[in-house]
Nanobody, 126 residues
């Protein structure tokens, strides 16, 4: 049984930081590209960040650039999203997803990913 679980969300004031974690069972995340997406009520799912299978390459959506950092610790089978300088517009449910596909990693496309977590709520107050 494959399970992907996000954690680390919560309530934070604008300008604060949170570190989200994505842990998996049933799969070894070192063999997958990992993406973070977010979705606010009434809005489309938005790409936040992604990291390659090896961890050598990282990718960021425009809102994340300069503020968020994605990393992975394959020994712990965990991927992290460090979020700094948070803004109220960052408020959303944040999802971790794992991509088992070979070839080009279309990391901004939700349908690219095979496994999704249930999400963790991030709320940034003003």
């Amino acid at each position: 049984q494959v399970q992907v679980v996000e954690s680390g969300g919560g309530l934070v004031q604008a300008g604060g930081s949170l570190r989200l974690s994505c842990a998996a069972s049933g799969i070894t995340l070192s063999g997958y590209g990992i993406g973070w997406f977010r979705q606010a009520p009434g809005k489309e799912r938005e790409f936040v960040a992604a990291i390659s299978w090896s961890g050598a390459s990282t990718y960021y959506g425009d809102p994340a650039k300069g503020r968020f950092t994605i990393s992975r610790d394959n020994a712990k089978n965990t991927v992290y999203l460090q979020m700094n300088s948070l803004k109220p517009e960052d408020t959303a449910i944040y999802y971790c997803a794992a991509d088992s596909l070979s070839g080009t990693f279309y990391y901004t496309i939700p349908d690219e990913y095979d496994y999704w977590g249930q999400g963790t709520q991030v709320t940034v107050s003003s």
